[in-house]
């Protein structure tokens, strides 16, 4: 092995490491799905991506990338036995966005159309603040809020992401201001519906510098054995 081609194994190895030390592979975006059919249905402008905020805690953000006119309103949690999340809830949001944990309704519009039925868990919970819950709402696709929850029991990020899969942890969103007013709930789709988050065009850019240096090697390789 050349001493270029010894650089390039270096360097991606590097790049390995810094990927793995990142914790992308433990991060996720969900779908939802609707549960009332009251409105349009505009699942497909909804997502969440989760991912590990801290070592104790773990972040839940929320987007609408608008086509049709809504508001994210209200966002709840169903945390199964054993609890997984605990609060308190810390809020996090873009230019104007405003959250607060003064919720109304308490509970999932809906909720109980599912079996076995949403149950949100004593606080965990979240709502566009008065006294203009609409307009505070994430209502464009510039716009986000997270959520951000502690561990709890011992859980970690491959804890959260494998009960969001089963179910055992669901994810509530009460969508309003529908085409002006009309409202609908919505529950994140477990499973096979899961995506990775990409990477940072950082580590992306070093990845492709990396291949040009193994291009490099190979083209001074194939000039020697000329």
């Known amino acids: 092995m050349n001493t270029l081609t010894k ?11 810094m990927l793995m030390s990142s914790g992308l592979t433990n991060a996720a975006t ?3 799905y609707n549960i009332t059919n009251d409105s349009p249905d505009i699942a497909d402008q909804l997502s969440m991506e989760v991912l590990n905020y801290s070592g104790t805690q773990v972040s839940f953000t929320f987007y609408n990338d608008v086509g ?6 209200d966002i709840y949690f169903d ?3 054993p609890a997984i999340v605990a609060g308190p809830i810390t809020i996090l949001a873009s230019a ?3 959250f607060d944990t003064t919720v109304a309704p308490p509970d999932l519009p809906g909720g109980d159309n599912l079996n076995p039925d949403f149950i949100v868990t004593a606080g965990l919970s979240a709502d566009a ?17 997270t959520l951000i929850l502690n561990y709890t029991g011992g859980s970690t990020i491959a804890t959260i ?11 509530g969103l009460h969508v309003q201001g529908i085409t002006g007013g009309t409202s609908d709930s919505y ?4 499973g096979p519906n899961q995506t990775v988050v990409p990477l940072p065009a950082g580590i992306l850019l070093l990845i492709s510098a990396l291949g040009g240096l193994g291009f490099l090697a190979r083209f001074r390789n194939a000039g020697a054995a000329a």
């Open 187 to 190: 529950v994140n789709i477990p």
């Open 129 to 145: 603040s008065s006294p203009n819950p609409t307009a505070n709402g994430v209502n464009s696709s510039s716009e986000w809020v």
């Open 161 to 171: 992401l494998a009960a969001l899969n089963t179910g055992s942890l669901r994810v």
């Open 30 to 32: 969900y779908n939802f």
């Open 7 to 17: 650089k390039y194994a270096i360097g991606l190895a590097f790049a390995c490491g």
């Open 96 to 98: 104007g966005v405003l």
């Open 68 to 73: 049709i006119a809504s508001t994210i309103q």
């Open 79 to 81: 945390d199964g036995l």
